[in-house]
């Protein structure tokens, strides 16, 4: 079945950086399938933050425009998410999905502190 794993979170000053990687595996339609980074604040409901077509085309929460970027691998069967000019409302737990087969990772924590 269809697996998601995701990795590069952890903790970071407020202005810093990271980039999220999520590796799909037990699938051979990944470039053809819509990939999204997700996230879910304490107490808030899980929240869009991108997503990125099989064609490449990128969609991003206002909030997180000009600071994020989503990227795909197609050969290496991977999606990542940089992100630029953290903020402590950016903390959450981030989650990668395959919407095409609405298959989801089990997240990475990403804390920002002042």
């Known amino acids: 079945q269809v697996q998601l794993v995701e990795s590069g979170g952890g903790l970071v000053q407020a202005g810093g950086s990271l980039r999220l990687s999520c590796v799909v595996s037990?699938?051979?339609?990944?470039?053809?399938?819509?990939m999204g980074w997700y996230r879910q604040a304490p107490g808030k409901q899980r929240e869009l933050v991108a997503t990125i077509t099989s064609g490449g085309t990128t969609n991003y929460q206002d909030s997180v425009k000009g600071r994020f970027t989503i990227s795909r691998d197609n050969a290496k069967k991977t999606v990542s998410l940089q992100m630029n000019s953290l903020k402590p409302e950016d903390t959450a737990v981030y989650y990668c999905r395959d919407i095409g087969n609405n298959v989801w990772g089990q997240g990475t924590q990403v804390t920002v502190s002042l």
């Open positions: 037990g699938t051979i339609f990944f470039r053809w399938n819509g």
